[in-house]
């Protein structure tokens, strides 16, 4: 190898560093796009089959091998199928230009003013039993989701989730989408969770707080009208009835920072 790199011009290997630079970086956008999702976990399926096909042939395990390269020729037509939703996004992305954007993130002190302001708003539509569903967007980009929307492109405040959320105004039906801060979009339609995942005392709402957590790594802040109780999904799990020291918890940790 020493003598393979040796013989290579100063123009050879930058021009091998470039290249495998650019397709380094692709794949970690790749990554970064389906980070969160489910595809995360069938991408670690389909790595557990590769690997259980190596070691089956090292070990002489013929029908196990057999049945695992199967498998895989099977995986060549039904991948494309099971990763249509994030092959449609990072198409759309490349598009619109947007692959390579980075993500926002918030700093401390705006994480905090952030969640002060989720908090006012939340204590107000919980006392007058005012439904909600406040998403935050993190890692995975809800550009999917923004776009079914009304965009608003207006800085948090609690005022204006309350006002947004009061009943029979244009915006108070859907979801609202939070963006580094900047509430991006009101009255969202999300994906809902499957029934067997929410209790059934639980409406649509709770089921689409779920649903978008089931589908991105967001985290999700619902205020039920029948009841006014507050809670949090995050990774397709919700949590009730969380008293506001509580809720600043968990989105302290939950929400990214600079």
Request: aromatic fraction near 6%.
């Amino acid at each position: 190898m020493k003598e393979y790199f040796g013989s290579l011009g100063i123009f050879d290997l930058v021009t091998a560093v470039v290249d495998i630079g650019v397709v380094s970086y692709v794949f970690y956008r790749l990554f970064m796009l389906i980070r969160g999702t489910r595809a995360i976990q069938l991408i670690k399926g389909i790595i557990f089959l590769i690997v259980t096909s190596f070691v089956s042939q090292w070990l002489g395990l013929r029908e196990v091998n057999w049945l695992s390269k199967r498998v895989m020729e099977a995986l060549i037509v039904a991948i494309p199928v099971v990763f249509q939703p994030e092959l449609r996004r990072a198409l759309e992305q490349i598009g619109r230009g947007r692959l390579f954007a980075q993500t926002e993130t918030v700093t401390v002190e705006n994480r905090d003013r952030l969640i002060n302001e989720l908090l006012r708003a939340a204590e107000r539509l919980s006392k007058n039993k005012l439904g909600a569903l406040i998403v935050i967007e993190r890692e995975t980009g809800l550009n999917d989701i923004i776009e079914t929307g009304i965009r608003i492109d207006g800085q948090v405040s609690g005022e204006l989730l309350i006002n947004i959320f009061v009943k029979d105004t244009p915006l108070h039906d859907g979801a609202v989408v939070i963006r580094g801060g900047q509430i991006v979009a009101a009255a969202c339609f999300l994906p809902l969770a499957e029934a067997h995942e929410v209790p059934v005392e639980l409406g649509s709402r709770h089921r689409a707080a779920v649903g978008i957590t089931e589908h991105s790594d967001a985290v999700a802040l619902v205020v039920s009208e029948e009841t006014g109780a507050v809670a949090l999904a995050n990774a397709g799990k919700l949590i009730r009835h969380l008293d506001p020291a509580t809720v600043r918890e968990m989105l302290q940790a939950m929400v990214h920072k600079a």
